[in-house]
């Protein structure tokens, strides 16, 4: 990036406890480096913290073009995660920014999350503890309200979306005895090969079959509102829906409606258009679901690998190669 030039990197918002480990790495390489947690600033002053930057890490901080576009030195932007929503792609292109991400992060632990939801959905593990301290207080078992409770041998598992994370759902839950069905029209006829036990329905027959949903598509224009009252509808009144995926995939509006009316049994949530969501939040006021804070990601293994993947990928920008995993194709200079 410029001979005799001392590069810069930004990382702009992070959920790590600190960036020291990345300080000490790019130190000893001769590479300047600052992190800051800009992630509810206003875009002009986000600005002025990276408007210098030539690699630039950003994890929840929104880069439309109106930030892109002034930009100085920037020739790489790198996602700290596998969505990127929060990123112009077409922008920088459009202004000659490499963009990357981390689709192999934490693959593994949010299929996990969701298989633990799906069972936690189907077991009532959340509203049998109400169960247990109802009948602690009174001196006796009374489980008004927890039955039924269904067999999930049998039954038959939707996946919503079967890329690097549903396919994980598939392989992890085949050994349970689920009928599992999927449906994915981004996925190529050999990639569905390679994905042995799962039936192909189409999104329909998907929502009306599956006995438990869970949702792992990347949120896109076509995508948003997947899970809407529309769908939900379809769905039947005994079944579970989980999303782990991106909170713009489920209209939580129509969600909490068909919780309320009894037109599914329950949902599991683990992430949220506004993040956190609003203490008015309408899923708040209900009790057949279960709300956990944006968790799926988290692991120790996965935490340490994504910062090894990213230095990667910022030592590559700085020695002006490509990064691991590029969105948008830039001829470099």
Same mark, same amino acid.
Request: hydrophobic content about 40%; some cysteine.
């Given at each position: 990036? *410029?001979?005799?030039?001392?590069?810069?990197?930004?990382?702009?918002?992070?959920?790590?406890?600190?960036?020291?480990?990345?300080?000490?790495?790019?130190?000893?390489? /001769?590479?300047?480096?600052?992190?800051?947690?800009?992630?509810?600033?206003?875009?002009?002053? %986000?600005?002025?913290?990276? &408007?210098?930057?030539?690699?630039? %890490?950003?994890?929840?901080?929104?880069?439309?073009?109106?930030?892109?576009?002034?930009?100085?030195?920037?020739?790489?932007?790198?996602?700290?995660?596998?969505?990127?929503? #929060?990123?112009?792609?077409?922008?920088?292109?459009?202004?000659?920014?490499?963009?990357?991400?981390?689709?192999?992060?934490?693959?593994?632990?949010?299929?996990?999350?969701?298989?633990?939801?799906?069972?936690?959905?189907?077991?009532?593990?959340?509203?049998?503890?109400?169960?247990?301290?109802?009948?602690?207080?009174?001196?006796?078992?009374?489980?008004? /309200?927890?039955?039924?409770?269904?067999?999930?041998?049998?039954?038959?598992?939707?996946? @919503? /979306?079967? *890329?690097?994370?549903?396919?994980? %759902?598939?392989?992890?839950?085949?050994?349970?005895?689920?009928?599992?069905?999927?449906?994915?029209?981004?996925?190529?006829?050999? &990639?569905?090969?390679?994905?042995?036990?799962?039936?192909?329905?189409?999104?329909?027959?998907?929502?009306?079959?599956?006995?438990?949903?869970?949702?792992?598509?990347?949120?896109?224009?076509?995508?948003?509102?997947?899970? #809407?009252?529309?769908?939900?509808?379809?769905?039947?009144?005994?079944?579970?829906? %989980? #999303?782990?995926?991106?909170? *713009?995939?489920?209209?939580?509006?129509?969600?909490?409606?068909?919780?309320?009316?009894?037109?599914?049994?329950?949902?599991?949530?683990?992430?949220?258009?506004?993040?956190?969501?609003?203490?008015?939040?309408? @899923?708040?006021?209900?009790? #057949?679901?279960?709300?956990?804070?944006?968790?799926?990601?988290?692991?120790?293994?996965?935490?340490?690998?994504?910062?090894?993947?990213?230095?990667?990928?910022?030592?590559?920008?700085?020695? /002006?190669?490509?990064?691991?995993?590029?969105?948008?194709?830039?001829?470099?200079?």
């Amino acid at each position: 990036m *410029g001979k005799g030039k001392t590069v810069k990197v930004i990382v702009t918002d992070y959920i790590e406890p600190d960036m020291a480990w990345e300080a000490e790495q790019l130190k000893a390489q /001769g590479i300047e480096f600052e992190a800051h947690q800009l992630k509810f600033l206003p875009e002009d002053e %986000v600005l002025e913290k990276v &408007r210098d930057a030539d690699v630039i %890490v950003v994890n929840m901080v929104k880069f439309p073009e109106s930030l892109i576009s002034r930009l100085e030195n920037c020739k790489l932007i790198i996602r700290h995660g596998i969505g990127y929503d #929060n990123v112009d792609v077409d922008a920088c292109t459009k202004y000659g920014i490499q963009f990357a991400y981390q689709p192999d992060y934490c693959q593994i632990d949010v299929a996990e999350h969701a298989i633990s939801l799906i069972f936690a959905c189907a077991r009532k593990v959340c509203r049998s503890r109400k169960t247990l301290d109802e009948s602690s207080q009174s001196g006796q078992w009374d489980f008004t /309200g927890l039955f039924p409770i269904y067999r999930m041998e049998g039954k038959t598992l939707g996946v @919503l /979306g079967v *890329g690097r994370i549903g396919s994980h %759902v598939v392989r992890k839950m085949q050994s349970f005895g689920f009928r599992i069905i999927g449906h994915d029209p981004y996925l190529s006829e050999k &990639r569905r090969a390679a994905i042995q036990g799962i039936e192909w329905v189409d999104k329909e027959a998907l929502f009306k079959e599956a006995d438990l949903i869970t949702v792992h598509t990347p949120l896109r224009e076509d995508t948003r509102y997947i899970v #809407n009252a529309e769908t939900l509808a379809l769905m039947k009144p005994t079944a579970c829906l %989980v #999303n782990t995926s991106r909170g *713009g995939m489920v209209d939580s509006l129509a969600l909490a409606e068909a919780l309320s009316a009894g037109k599914i049994a329950c949902a599991a949530i683990d992430v949220y258009e506004v993040e956190p969501p609003a203490p008015e939040f309408e @899923l708040f006021k209900l009790d #057949n679901i279960i709300l956990t804070p944006h968790i799926g990601w988290a692991s120790e293994e996965a935490g340490w690998e994504i910062r090894e993947s990213i230095l990667d990928d910022i030592l590559a920008g700085c020695a /002006g190669r490509d990064a691991r995993c590029v969105v948008n194709e830039i001829r470099r200079s």
